[in-house]
């Protein structure tokens, strides 16, 4: 099947003709949920920036061992990912699901493909998992939706996900967003986040970066340090080792730090006391 054969399918209301960047990622990571203007887009930002897929990797190889770890050593069996994306190989259900089968997992992004794709790979034989098209950047909304608020149980521990998204939203007060979604979870919830981060990256590439994104749905680019990645966890206690380069945070394997910085990203996950 070709690549434009699957997602594009019965889909209403999407635009085929600009770039997306959850499409851009999906192919990055080797998914199938992208077309040809998705793959130049993405081959385009490696030119711009060849790290880029070091960055697609290690905010993904982060996902899975954040959400394994809060299964496994919290105990926490419901997760928020916010802006997810296309579930693809390694996605938020199928680690979970390793480790407590009875975890529930609500997917919410405002990509209209991405929605579509991921429910055609859950299909119907997935009962715990729930995919959702709404604003992330409106919490009010995206915490009444059938598939957030029918699927979660908010007086129990959630783990909301936010990772490669508040980089990317409007907004530059990502720590008040949070603070809603933080608001509606009980003690023993957690958060956690990645954000794109300029650690091997020029400012030439930064630059060609935002140009690049400005001509896609999602214009914005909001790289931020390891101190503002710890002000988006107020009223967390973050993890060890708290904020760091995403591919140091608990290593299945060795990392330097020169291949970590390659990935120009920070990561942190943070416990409601």
Do not use: K
């Not at 105990?75 to 480790?99: K, W, Y």
């Not at 503002?228 to 993890?239: K, R």
């Amino acid at each position: 099947m070709s690549h434009d054969a699957e997602p594009a399918a019965q889909v209403e209301d999407a635009n085929f003709d600009r770039p997306s960047i959850a499409r851009m990622y999906d192919y990055h990571l080797g998914g199938s949920a992208n077309f040809a203007v998705d793959r130049a887009a993405a081959e385009q930002a490696l030119r711009i920036a060849p790290t880029e897929r070091d960055y697609c990797w290690a905010n993904r190889s982060f996902l899975g061992r954040a959400v394994r770890t809060l299964v496994t050593e919290h105990g926490i069996d419901q997760f928020l990912d916010l802006g997810s994306g296309v579930p693809t190989v390694g996605n938020v259900h199928e680690i979970a699901h390793q480790h407590d089968p009875s975890a529930r997992v609500a997917y919410v992004d405002w990509d209209t493909i991405a929605c579509h794709h991921a429910r055609h790979l859950l299909g119907s034989s997935e009962h715990r998992v729930t995919v959702t098209e709404a604003d992330v950047g409106d919490p009010a909304t995206v915490l009444g939706t059938p598939g957030v608020a029918g699927l979660l149980d908010f007086t129990r521990p959630i783990a909301v996900l936010a990772f490669g998204i508040l980089d990317i939203l409007p907004t530059t007060d990502g720590a008040g967003l949070v603070a809603h979604y933080r608001d509606a979870c009980v003690p023993g919830s957690a958060l956690a986040v990645s954000n794109n981060a300029q650690l091997s990256r020029t400012d030439q590439e930064v630059a060609g970066l935002r140009s690049l994104l400005a001509d896609t749905a999602t214009p914005n680019l909001h790289m931020r340090t390891s101190e503002e990645v710890a002000a988006l966890l107020p009223g967390y206690t973050l993890l060890e080792p708290g904020v760091v380069p995403a591919a140091l945070w608990r290593p299945d394997q060795t990392v330097t730090e020169q291949q970590a910085r390659r990935g120009n990203v920070h990561g942190a996950v943070g416990i409601l006391p």
